[in-house]
C-alpha cells in the first residue's frame, strides 16, 4: 500500500546527493534530487503548514493542508506528496494558496469541538497554531449542527483518544503501519463519520504506545500519565538522556514545580529516531517517589549523627585509610552503579586504584570475563547499513526496546537482512556468505556466543560489527571508563581483582573490611540477601548514596548522592555515542554532586591533582586519558582502533 | 447516425447466457481470433487503432492505457470494474444480465493483449445475482478451455476472479478498487505511482469499465478499421446510454456516437413525459454537470459535451421536466456525495457535510443570500482540492446548477419554502 519515497540515510558520512534546483516564491535553492517540495521549501525558510505529513512517515496527501502552485500544473498540488524537479516553480505565498489554507482550516474546525482550554495539546498544538497563522477569523458554521463524535476513548493503560478533536490525519494509523509494524490503530466507519479506533476495540498492547501522542498534531491522543498535569508553558524543559536503558534515548525532561512531568522525544537520528519506547517514557513516576537522603550522617555505636560534608568526607578517608593501613587495598571493595555518570565512574575506579591501592571495582554483579572495544563495534544507525543482522539470543531488545524500532527501519525502508538465531545454531548453518557488511547483535549473556559468531562469519570481503547490549544507561559508560575489576579505562590492562559478587562474598566471608558504594543500592537490592550478609558483616562502609535503602541504613558515614535528573556529566550509550546531561532537578540535599565528593575524598585521603572536581574539568581529564573519548567530543561515538583489523 | 447494436444485438436471444447459445452465435470466435491472429504486442496496436476509449467515466483511450505498462514486469493483473454506483447507471448490470460471457471473452481477450494471468471482476455487492452468474459462466467458458491452463492450445494460462464489493461509491475509482480488491478498506491510493507501474499487489495493472471490454469481442472480429469507422474521429463506437428521468420511456439505449441528443430524447425515450418540457438534464451521471434544452441538438460525442461544460462520464442520461427543482435535486445529490465520500480527505470529508448541511437549509428557504455566497465559497474550496475525483464532482452538479438556474436558487433564500411550483417538487433520486 505504502509508497515508498526516498528516505534520507541515517548513517553518518554518507557521499553527497545530487542536486536539482527549484524556484520557490521567486528564491532558488538547490537541493538533493528526491527531495519533497514542503523540505525545499523549508531549506529556505519557507513555511508550509502540514498535519498529515511527518518527516519519519511516508506522504499520504489526505490533509490538504500544504497545496501549493507547482509550475503550469491545473491543480494545486500537495507539497508533501510531490517531489522536485530540476527547474520547477513553486509558489507557496499568493492569495490562491492563502485561500485554501484559509478554507481548509474552515473544513478542519467545522465538527473541532474547540475545547482548547481543557485539552492538554493546548499551546503545543498544530491545529491552533496554524489556525492562528492561517485561518479564518470566524467560522461560518452553526456550532449547533456540528457533528460529535465519542471522548476521553480509552484506548489502554497508556493511551486515551478523544475522536472529536482527531483531524483524521493517519499519523497514528501510519505509525503503526511503517514504525513499529503491529497496526492496532484502524480507521472505522467512512465520510463525516469516520473515526479512529483501535482494531476491533481491543487494547492497546504495544510497548510504543508513547508514541502516539507525539506523532498526532492535536490533542487527540493523550497520554493517560500526562492527563490534565500540565500546560506546556507550565513546563521547563531540559534536554537529558532517557534513564531506563543503555540505548541512550534523547529526551526532553519538562518539569513543573520541581516535578518531573512527562519525557518527550528529542529527535537523534542517529540514537531512537525520535521513537521511545513506553518503559523509558512513562518511568517518569519513579522520579518523584522514594525517600531521599538528605544529610550526611555518621553513624557508630549505634548512634547515626546529622553532620556537615567536610566532616563526613574527612570521617570516610580516616575509615578507609585505617582499613588501607591494616590490612591494605585488597581488603578493599568499590561498587559503583551504571547510573553513574562517566566523570564519577572515572574518578571512582582511579580512586580505587590510584587512591586505595585497590583492585576490586566494579559497577554491577556479574563476572563479564574478556570485554573488549570489540563488541561495541556496529553503530545503531550502521544497522541499516549492514545487508544482513544476525541477532542471538532470546530477545536482545529486551533490555533496549527501541532497538526493536531500528531493526525494523532497517528491514522496511533498506531491506536489510534480519536474523534471529537460536543459541545452538552454528554459524556455517546460517549460510550467510559473501556479504559486505554483516552486524551480530546480542545481550551480555550471550558475548561469547557472539564472539564465535563474528569470527566465523568474518573473512576477506566481510566485515562483521557487533553491538552487545550493555546494561544501564551508562553500563557501557562503565566499562570504557575501567569500572571493571579486570580492565582499566580504555580496556587497559591493570592488575586484576575481585568482581562485584566476589567483592559481596568476600565481605560476608569477612575478607573485605571496608566497602566503598557510590549510587550502589540498586546493584546490591539485585543481589538479595548475599548483599544484607555482607552490609552486616563490614564494619567500614563508606556509601555515598542518593536513596534511602539497605545501603543507608548499614552505611558507617553516609553521604547524600545526586540522583540522575540533579547531576551534570556524561553517559555512554550501547554503541559508545558519548552524551550530555545536565541537572533538570535542583538537588534534594546540601552536598555537592558525586564527582566534588569524591575529590574531597581523595584529597582527604593525601592524594593530589585531583583539581575540584568539577564534572566539566573531570570530562578534559578522562577524555585526555582515554584516546576514544577525546574523539567522540559531545554527542559522537568512542571508537577504538580495531585490534587485528580487518577481521 | 441512430441507435446502433453492438453489443446489445443478441440481447434477447432465448438462454444467451449459456455457453452454448453463446457459442451459436459466434461467441469465443474473438478470442479464438486473438490468439491465432495477432501477438500481445498486435493485440493492443489494434486496440489503439479502434480509437476505442474507456466507458467507466473518464473516457480514455483504453490502448494508450494498455501501453503503459512496463515491459517485462510480471505478474501483471486485470481488473474488471463492475463496480457501477454513479447515481443513474446502469448498464454494466445490464450488460452482465444479457450477456455475460460477452463480457468475459472481452476480459480474456484484454488478459491475452497484456499477458495477464489472473484477472479480476471487481462486481459492486448489490449486483448478487450478477455475480452468481458470471461465476457460473466462468466455470461454464472453463470446462471448454477458453479459460484455465494452456487456454484453446495456446499454452497461455489465464483465470478470473469474481469479487464482490461491500457497497461503497468510492469502490469504483480504480485506485480504491484495488485497495478493497487486496482486502483494505477501500480508499483512493497516492498518485503516482499510477496502476500501470504499480497496482494490484504492487504490480502493473489495468483497469476497465464492463462496457469497454464487452467491445473487444467484436473489435477482433469486425477488425478495429471498422470499428473506428463507427461513431465520431474521436468519440468512436457505440455507448450505453442509461436514460432516467422525466421521460416516456426510460431505459437503456446503445446509440452510435455523434447522434444527436435529441434523437435519443425523442425518437427512444419518448420525450418529455406528460407533454411537458425538459427544464435541463445531465449527461453522464450524478457527477457531471447540468446542461440545458439548447444542449439537445449536441452529438453524444465524449469532446464535444465536454466543451459544452459537462461530460458522457458513464453513460448516465438523467431529464428534468419544467416542474423540477434544481436545489432539490443540487440537494439530493449532494446528499449523496456526503454519504459516499470516504472520509479520507480533508475538503470532501467535512466540504461534503458543510455543503449538504447549507442545501438542506437552503432548500427549505433558511438560507441567507450570504450563506449562499458561502454555498459557491466552500465548493471553490473543495473542487480541484480533493485527493481524488469523488470531492471535486461533489460540486459540480450543483454549481453548475446555481450558475444555469441562479434566479431559482436565490428565490430560496429566506423564502420559508420551496418556491418552484411547490406540490409538484418531484425527487430524481430517491432519498
Ligand atoms: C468516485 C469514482 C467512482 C467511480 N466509479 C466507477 C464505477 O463504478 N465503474 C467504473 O467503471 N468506473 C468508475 N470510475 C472510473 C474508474 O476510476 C476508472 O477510470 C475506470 O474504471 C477505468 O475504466 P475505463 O478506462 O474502461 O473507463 C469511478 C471514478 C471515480 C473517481
Ligand atoms: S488521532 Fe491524531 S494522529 Fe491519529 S488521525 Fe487523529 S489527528 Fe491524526
Ligand atoms: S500535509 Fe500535505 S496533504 Fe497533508
Redesign the interface.
Known sequence: ?A?KTTTPSSSEGLAEAEKVTVTIDGREVAVPRGSLVVDAASSLGIHIPIYCAHPKLD???????C?VRVGKM???QPAC?TVVSDGMVVTTQSPEVA??RE??L???L??HPLDCPVCDRGGECDLQDFAVRYGPQTS???IT?K?HAAKAVVLSDKIELDQERC??CWRCTRYYDEITGEKEL??V??????VIDSFNGEPLTSDFQGNLPEVCPVGALTHRQYRFQARPWDLQRTKGICPECSYGCNINIDARDFEIKRFASRDNPQVEDMWLCDRGRYSVEKWSHGSRVRHPLIRAGGEVREVGVDEAVAEAARQLGEVLRLHGGGAIGVIGSPMLTNEELWLLQRLARETLDCHNCDHQLDELGNVSADEHSLGIAEIEDCETVVVLGAEPEANTPVLTLRLHKAQLRRGVEVRRVEHDASPASLGIKGKRLVGVIADEVHRAYAADMADALASGNTLVKRLTVTRGVNGRGAKDMGMLPTQGPGYSRVTGGKDGRQILHAASAGAIKALLLVGAETVLRGAGILAEKALAKVDVIIAIEPRAGIVANAASVVIPGHTYFEKRGSVTNVEGRVQRVSPALPPATAAPQETRVLAMLAAALGATGWGTGDPFEVNTMLSQAIDAYRGAGNGGRALWKRQGEPR | MAEYKLLTHAFGTKDLPTLGVYEKLGGYQGLREAISKFTPDELVAQVKQSGLRGRGGAGFPTGLKWSFLPKDVFPRYLCCNADESEPGCFKDRWLIDNNPHQLIEGVLIAAYALQVETAFIYIRGEYRDQRLLLERCIDEARSKGYLGRDILGSGWNCGIIVHGGAGAYICGEETALLDSLEGFRGQPRLKPPFPALKGLYGMPTVINNVETLSNLPHIVQRGAAWFAALGTEKSTGTRLFCCSGHIGRPGTYEMELGTPIAELLENHCGGIWKGRKLKAFQPGGGSMQVLLPEHLALPLDMDVIQQAGSALGAGAMVFMDETTCLVNVSMRLVDFYKHESCGKCTPCREGTYFESALMHRLEAGQLTLAELATLEDICDNMNGKCFCPLGDTATWFVMSAYRAFRDEFEAHCGAGTCPVAAAQVTALVPA
Open positions: 500500500m509508497n506522504p499520504v496527501a489526505v490533509c490538504r493542508m497545496l491545473p491543480r494545486l506528496a485561500k485554501v478554507g481548509m474552515e473544513f478542519l467545522l465538527n461560518r458554521f452553526p449542527q457533528s483531524i483524521l484502524v480507521l466507519r467512512r465520510g463525516i463519520d469516520t
